[in-house]
């Protein structure tokens, strides 16, 4: 079974410009995390897709950072436009089940550097 | 007040020895418990997850909640240098998503 995989390992760009990170579920997970790490501070959790639906996305930072997950399969986190604070490890990480105890498995992350 | 806490560490063990890491959290609805293991530059792997008080094990590793008290940890008996990595306590309130602390680095020593 693959793990979920992310894309690209790592990106840099400049601020104001837009970025757009992939993320591939295990292939039958319905439940599919967003997280970001920034330098030194602990990862947080950004949004929750169930299938194609956004279950909760009280982490979203803000109006730049838009999360589709357009047939319940693959997930896009666009950042646009992109601010220095941005900067940070994204993980993506999905699971099959919502009962306790299930297991969130980790995709490798992104790292995004803005400049 | 940080919703999940952990002491960053570095807590140094000799090789064969006990490590014990800690986590205390503030949701008292919080309803699962998770600790992951990060190696530098990878993802966090799960490694134990416990919802019941009291202990559970699982190999070298022994989890431990008292809900009572807010307060989970993590033994790992017979500590290796390839356990040497950041721990990461995260917890499951009540909501799907995971709640992280900042993680405790241990670094074992041959």
């Known amino acids: 079974e693959a793990g979920v995989t992310q894309f690209p390992s790592h990106s840099v760009i400049e601020k104001g410009q837009t970025v757009t990170l992939r993320c591939d579920p295990i292939s039958g997970h319905d439940n599919l995390y967003w997280y970001r790490r920034v330098m030194g501070k602990e990862i947080k959790f950004l949004l929750h897709f169930v299938k194609e639906s956004k279950q909760d996305e009280s982490g979203m930072p803000n109006n730049r950072f838009l999360a589709e997950r357009t047939g319940g399969t693959y997930s896009t986190l666009k950042v646009q436009p992109a601010e220095l604070e941005d900067s940070g490890v994204y993980f993506c990480?999905?699971?099959?089940?919502?009962?306790?105890?299930?297991?969130?498995?980790f995709g490798p992350g992104t790292r995004l550097t803005v400049t | 007040q940080k919703e999940v806490e952990q002491n960053s560490g570095p807590l140094s063990v000799p090789e064969g020895a006990i490590a014990s890491l800690n986590c205390t959290y503030s949701?008292?609805?919080?309803?699962?418990f998770f600790w992951y293991r990060q190696y530098s530059g990878k993802s966090p792997e799960l490694i134990m997850f416990i919802y019941s008080n009291g202990d559970k094990e699982d190999g070298r590793f022994t989890a431990q909640l008292n809900k009572a008290s807010q307060y989970v940890s993590l033994l790992i008996r017979d500590s290796q240098p390839s356990d040497s990595a950041t721990y990461l306590c995260a917890v499951n309130p009540p909501f799907q998503k995971l709640v992280f602390g900042t993680g405790t680095r241990l670094l074992v020593s041959p």
């Open positions: 949701d008292r609805g919080s309803q699962s």
């Open positions: 990480a999905s699971s099959r089940s919502l009962n306790p105890g299930y297991e969130q498995y």
